[in-house]
């Protein structure tokens, strides 16, 4: 295969992918004139979501899963002074609402089968704290790049010591684990809906619970805490975090091709694996028995931090976006005095590793001439 240098337009790490219908459901908004923070679009959205996830679970639509966090942080009763444990190897978002709470984090490092939160260090970290006199008052656990955390073994943790876990499921929309959806595992699951998400309203998330008190809870939260009364009353502390019905009408139209979108994610991981998988310097994270990845982003390891470096430079030149796994938070300049337990997993992992494009609207063509290319820094 020769590798065509004439310019090529850029090919995006995970871009958006409209469905068809979200613009009629936006036009619907304008021609009612719900164009406000509440509407028929915010209630369709959210029963699309619970329909989806688990028609058990409550979803109160949020204007971003950053939002949802600190909401669900707070509704499990986190504050000033409190200790969080939260999975190092994620995104800044899992972590950012603890320090909007005042509380403390405590990050606990990976394991190895789906490069989330280690059960091992997590159990070793709260006993840790315990043993200090600070026992964590919640677990965010995150189902990184579409990858389902160890569900069964996190769960009797968090019911052993009877600490509840915040599901970070922003990147795991349509993954499962042994047919059961992320979202409806931890005491609330939170969901994100920011344009490079596997489905997008452009900016959005939502908070997923069993518990339909911590729905009704959020969405008094995130409306500015308004009591029942004629006038402006407020006896708590509230937000300006609802989702607006313009958005929602994006999120319902995209709701309708969520499995598609899925499918299409899971086509361009199975080409990247097909056509690399073979090379010995190149690995991928495959799914253990019972898990089910959406696979929002293919991510590969390589043999060296200076080899990744190499693809991603021969990549950036022929116009296409990569990205560096994520730096753990504990190697974070703005997290790197609070506790951690690690063992070098995301370390390594961030060292050596690369997401690749992986939106369901790549063409083809381009995957293959990303493989062709990633072939030329290897052979
Ligand atoms: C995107 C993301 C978030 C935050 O969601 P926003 O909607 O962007 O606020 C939180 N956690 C993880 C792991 C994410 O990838």
Known sequence: MSLNTSIRSKVWLSSPHMG????SYVKEAFDTNWVAPLGPNVDQFEKAIENFIDNNVYAAALSSGTAAIHLALELLGVSRGDEVICQSFTF???????MYLGATPVFVDSEKDTW?????????????????????????????????YKIAEIKEIS??????????????????????????????????FNGNKIITTSGGGALVSKNED????????????????????????GYNYRMSNILAGIGRGQMEVLQDRVNARRFVYQTYFDQLSHLKEIEFLQEPTGY?????????????????????NVLLEHNIESRPLWK????????????????????DLFNRGLCLPSGSNLNIEDVNYIIALIKTVIS
């Open 20 to 23: 068809g219908n979200e613009q």
């Open 92 to 98: 800044s978002a899992s972590a950012n609402p603890i």
């Open 116 to 148: 989330n939160i280690s059960p091992e260090l997590l159990k070793q970290a709260i006993e840790s704290r315990i043993a200090n006199g600070k026992k964590p008052k919640a677990i965010v656990a995150v189902h990184l790049y579409g990858m389902p």
């Open 159 to 192: 019911e052993y010591y009877d600490i509840p876990v915040v599901e970070d499921s922003a990147e795991a929309l349509g993954s499962s684990y042994n047919g059961v959806n992320c979202g409806s595992f931890g005491a609330i699951g939170i969901l994100s």
């Open 214 to 237: 911590y729905k009704k809870r959020a969405v008094f939260l995130a409306t500015q805490a308004r009591d029942e009364a004629p006038h402006y009353q407020h006896s708590a502390v």
């Open 292 to 312: 089910y990845s959406n696979r929002w982003l293919t991510c590969i390891l390589t043999p060296s931090f200076e080899t990744r470096e190499e693809i991603r």
């Open 328 to 347: 753990p938070m504990h190697l974070q300049p703005v997290f790197e005095k609070y506790i951690n337990f690690s063992n070098g997993t995301s370390e």
